[in-house]
């Protein structure tokens, strides 16, 4: 499995951003894709995922309302939308899957900064 992340860049507060993954290397049916962001001295944490198969999407509270995932199955991509841009989202964003049955992300992507200036 290869996820490749891209979309990052330098933005103000306020403003949007699109991140974009594209996942190749095995049909992704029953699977899990998901964003995580690690911001410097931070751990490493949760922002979204989505089913491959039906969609549903769930978020993290400090993003639910501004960010929106969603995948494009034809084109084997997930996509991160991102609105009403904070200087706390500044991060590294990874993309990562897994399988319906793993309970962890195994599989990631490299980063793409975002970084959010006030």
């Known amino acids: 499995v290869q996820l490749q992340a891209s979309g990052g860049g330098l933005v103000q507060a306020g403003d949007s951003l699109r991140l974009s993954c594209t996942a190749s290397?095995?049909?992704?049916?029953?699977?899990?894709m998901g964003w995580f962001r690690q911001a410097p001295g931070k751990e490493r944490e949760f922002v979204a995922q989505?089913?491959?198969?039906?969609?549903?999407?769930n978020y993290a509270d400090s993003v639910r309302g501004r960010f929106n995932i969603s995948r494009d199955k034809g084109k084997n991509t997930v996509d991160l939308r991102m609105n009403i841009l904070k200087p706390e989202d500044t991060a590294v964003y990874y993309c990562?899957?897994?399988?319906?049955?793993?309970?962890?992300?195994?599989?990631w992507g490299q980063g793409t900064q975002v970084t959010v200036s006030s």
């Open positions: 290397g095995r049909t992704f049916t029953n699977w899990v």
């Open positions: 990562a899957t897994r399988s319906s049955a793993s309970r962890n992300f195994n599989y």
């Open positions: 989505i089913t491959w198969n039906l969609g549903t999407a």
